[in-house]
């Protein structure tokens, strides 16, 4: 069983910068492919970004990419979403989700069935 817990959401102007961070407790694996989605009021969750825990595979939705970086850090169980030069439209509650999908996958992380999902953090980007 894995459990995560997301923090570092808040209220920042449009061009600013916020860390992400998503805690994960039980064992995870080199396999497992943690994920960060959004979903804005009214809006569909969307995928955001993904990294291999293993760490040699990472993946960024177009509208974020060159601005957020996801990152691990093993000892931590931790992943980590920056965001910088953050606009209005990233306003969105964030979440981390994670799957174990073995050593070899295909598809995209964007559309993986996660199994563990956390609460959920609010970003919101004042104009």
């Known amino acids: 069983q894995v459990q995560l817990v997301e923090s570092g959401g808040g209220l920042v102007q449009g061009g600013g910068s916020l860390r992400l961070s998503c805690a994960a407790s039980?064992?995870?694996?080199?396999?497992?492919?943690l994920g960060w989605f959004r979903q804005a009021l009214g809006k569909e969750r969307e995928f955001v970004a993904a990294i291999r825990w293993s760490g040699d595979s990472i993946y960024y939705a177009d509208s974020v990419k060159g601005r957020f970086t996801i990152s691990r850090d093993n000892a931590k169980n931790t992943v980590y979403l920056q965001m910088n030069s953050l606009k209005p439209e990233d306003t969105a509650v964030y979440y981390c989700a994670a799957v174990n999908r073995g050593y070899y996958y295909s598809g995209s992380p964007a559309n993986f069935d996660y199994d563990y999902w956390g609460q959920g953090t609010q970003v919101t980007v004042s104009s």
């Open positions: 039980g064992r995870i694996f080199s396999t497992y492919v």
